[in-house]
């Protein structure tokens, strides 16, 4: 891979948890934008190409990650995409595996978290790299 910093967007409608995601991701020198909603991920996945998006589930007025990452898919089929949930039903555990989309349980496990991440862009690298020949 490049050696250029990661960029992730990281959408969580819980302030205290978006702060030590972003805090944890600066710390391993990726370029973070944290966002508490829905409509201003979209907004930030309008103007920006990001590397990797890490989405809480439940956001704001019934949305949810899934619709963001639909979103952020459809300007940006490349994007690596992470959901985060504190719990999941069979439905939506089935729907992001169909989608491609790796889930982190809350509580998450920092050094879980620390390590998915750079395995899940690693991954999602060498299979836009592989679909381009």
Same mark, same amino acid.
């Given at each position: 891979?490049?050696?250029?910093?990661?960029?992730?967007?990281?959408?969580?409608?819980?302030?205290?948890v978006?702060?030590?995601?972003?805090?944890?991701?600066?710390?391993?020198?990726?370029?973070v #934008? *944290?966002?508490? $909603?829905?409509?201003?991920? !979209? /907004?930030?996945?309008?103007?920006?190409?990001?590397? @990797?998006?890490?989405?809480?589930?439940?956001?704001?007025?019934?949305h949810?990650?899934?619709?963001?990452?639909?979103?952020?898919?459809?300007?940006?089929?490349?994007?690596a995409?992470?959901?985060? #949930? *504190?719990?999941? $039903?069979?439905e939506?555990a !089935? /729907?992001?595996?169909?989608?491609?989309?790796?889930? @982190?349980?809350?509580?998450?496990?920092?050094?879980e978290?620390?390590?998915?991440?750079?395995?899940v862009?690693?991954?999602?690298?060498?299979?836009?790299?592989?679909?381009?020949?």
């Amino acid at each position: 891979m490049s050696k250029r910093k990661h960029t992730v967007l990281v959408v969580d409608d819980e302030s205290s948890v978006l702060f030590t995601y972003k805090l944890l991701l600066e710390q391993q020198g990726y370029g973070v #934008t *944290g966002v508490p $909603s829905s409509a201003m991920a !979209q /907004k930030e996945l309008k103007k920006t190409k990001f590397d @990797l998006l890490l989405c809480d589930l439940s956001l704001e007025e019934n949305h949810s990650g899934f619709e963001v990452i639909a979103f952020a898919r459809a300007s940006n089929p490349d994007i690596a995409c992470i959901l985060l #949930t *504190g719990y999941a $039903s069979v439905e939506a555990a !089935q /729907k992001a595996a169909d989608m491609g989309v790796t889930v @982190l349980y809350k509580p998450i496990d920092i050094q879980e978290f620390l390590t998915t991440i750079p395995a899940v862009l690693k991954e999602k690298y060498e299979q836009t790299k592989a679909a381009r020949g």
